[in-house]
């Protein structure tokens, strides 16, 4: 197993750009997250889904859309880029709402 | 709404000492409790999770963490520590029926010297 892969590892974009972060498992999980990890401030939860069709916000879901439509992709969006989301994004997967989230490798973006 | 707060954000400490990284959290419903660890340049990876039973609980690495309710906390601890436990390490919570959302704490930075 692949575990939990991110595309790509590094971005760079300018201001008001957009792009997809990928985010994949290969483990049948039916629960997946995206937080953005700041200095001094821990992870973050934006957006995740308890299964394929269903998504929900989390702490700071602003500037980002996602949608789930197979159980293995969790793509996250940013439509119109700004310098606040400036961050290393990571994408977690678990198989239940009490079992243990995998993480992905993340992906550092830099707006500017 | 829940909040996890770790009470030093850098540890420093000899090789072969012992570490406790604290960890409290608050919340008005019960709530499920993990200590995640990331080595440079990597993702996160579970040390350990407190879900119920005993409050006592063992994890990856020779870490052990206490969850004490009344006051609020899941502090780690690691009676020797090798210099391959430099990392950050994070304290996290998620509601008790929930989705699996974490809360995360800043993370404390553990560094070992020898």
């Known amino acids: 197993n692949a575990g939990v892969t991110q595309t790509p590892k590094f971005q760079v974009l300018k201001t008001g750009q957009s792009m997809t972060l990928q985010c994949a498992q290969d483990?049948?999980?039916?629960?997946m997250s995206w937080y953005r990890q700041d200095p001094g401030m821990g992870l973050r939860l934006i957006h995740y889904s308890v299964g394929a069709g269903i998504t929900d916000q989390g702490e700071v879901p602003n500037g980002y859309n996602v949608s789930r439509s197979t159980t293995e992709d969790f793509p996250l969006r940013l439509l119109s880029a700004a310098p606040s989301q400036t961050s290393v994004y990571f994408c977690?997967?678990?198989?239940?709402?009490?079992?243990?989230?995998?993480f992905g490798p993340g992906t550092r973006l830099t707006v500017l | 709404a829940q909040s996890v707060t770790q009470l030093d954000s850098q540890v420093p400490v000899f090789e072969e000492a012992p570490v406790e990284l604290r960890c409290n959290y608050s919340?008005?419903?019960?709530?499920?409790l993990f200590w995640y660890v990331q080595y440079p340049n990597q993702g996160l990876q579970l040390l350990l999770k407190?879900?119920?039973?005993?409050?006592l609980v063992k994890g990856i690495n020779g870490f052990e963490a206490e969850f004490n309710k009344s006051q609020t906390s899941f502090h780690l601890r690691k009676p020797s520590v090798h210099i391959s436990d430099t990392a950050e390490y994070f304290c996290?919570?998620?509601?008790?029926?929930?989705?699996?959302?974490?809360?995360f704490g800043a993370g404390t930075r553990l560094a070992v010297h020898p």
């Open positions: 996290a919570v998620s509601l008790y029926g929930g989705y699996n959302k974490l809360i």
């Open positions: 919340s008005s419903v019960s709530v499920y």
């Open positions: 483990m049948n999980h039916e629960y």
């Open positions: 977690a997967s678990s198989l239940s709402g009490t079992d243990t989230q995998y």
């Open positions: 407190y879900l119920s039973g005993s409050t």
